[in-house]
């Protein structure tokens, strides 16, 4: 018994030292070595730098086409515009470098700022129709039941695929003198007198109402159903809140609705504001950009320019012009859109 007493205070006196000698060693950090490039990547990343390869090589044919078909074009437009570019061009292959001669020349025209006017004249009248009606008829489709509101909606869907050449010509016919249905119905309902034999596209007012007519009945379906997939996204809670407050309907709808709207309603307005600033298939099937040049904007002013008279090099100027003035436009649309993000 005494010599088992003596041998056990050895014994923990052993143990404590070694745990005190395992918890000074687990204390002291091993010398680092060359880290292993293979595994980790560090200093060389051969492994990030093969995945980089890897998405640059599987992106490479779609970053070749589009550069073949989006910005090869647009490079020789840029080019095109600071020459002499003609019909002599076409047979002879020779042209003349005039530097900004093309550009001088356009400003100088007073048809140019015709054409700009009623182009920026265009674009106000109708972004503001189609976005008006486009609201209205987002917030019917909200309290519509669900068989009507996907009879409308299919209705809607037909109308925005329709190719706009199609419908176009179709709207034309309907307001054909003699025969077009529209001055058919006009005349029957004995407000406007006898409108049988009346020519649309030879009335410069009556041509503007037919273009705006035609292009805001084709760009209201995407607004509309654009808008309504947004309301669909508004928590109940906030309307009812609101009506719990004692605020009416247009109330609610002002103060909770529209700015859960605004980032929505923003893009759908400057993707109206381009495709309408650049309209060209409806106005030159229904009118030509007659009576008189009356609804002559900037497109068929620069199509005229280039493919009727022949002067491709100014053509050129005024679709880089065009270009410039639509990159304005979406650049103060992505600075609202930032500022909105913040102010979120």
Known sequence: MRQADEA????????????????????????????DTARTGEPGRPVKRRRQWAVVWLLSPAGLVMAAFSVAPILFLVFTSFTDYNQRTLFTGEFNMVGTQQYADMFSDPEFWKSLLRSVLFTVAMVAGSVAIGVGMAQLLTRLRTAMRMTVTVVLIFAWAMPNVASSLVWKWLFQPGYGVV???????????????????????????????????????????????????LPVELPEAARLDGAGEWRVWWSVTLPFLRPTLLLVTIMSVIWDFNVFNQIWLVSAGGPDSATSTLGIFAYKTAFVSFRIGQGAALSVITTAILLGITAVYIRNLLRSGEDL
């Not at 056990?8 to 880290?35: K, N, W």
């Not at 309902?189 to 273009?211: C, E, K, P, R």
């Open 8 to 35: 056990g205070p050895p014994q923990v006196s052993g143990a404590r030292d070694l745990l005190t000698e395992e918890r000074e060693s687990a204390g002291r950090a091993p010398a680092a070595g060359p880290p």
């Open 183 to 233: 001055n058919w119905l006009l005349t029957q309902v004995h407000v406007f007198g006898d409108m049988t034999n009346t020519d649309w596209g030879q009335n410069a007012s009556l041509a503007y109402v037919s273009i705006w007519l035609l292009v805001v009945w084709q760009a209201v379906p995407f607004i509309a159903l654009t808008l309504y997939a947004s309301l669909t996204q």
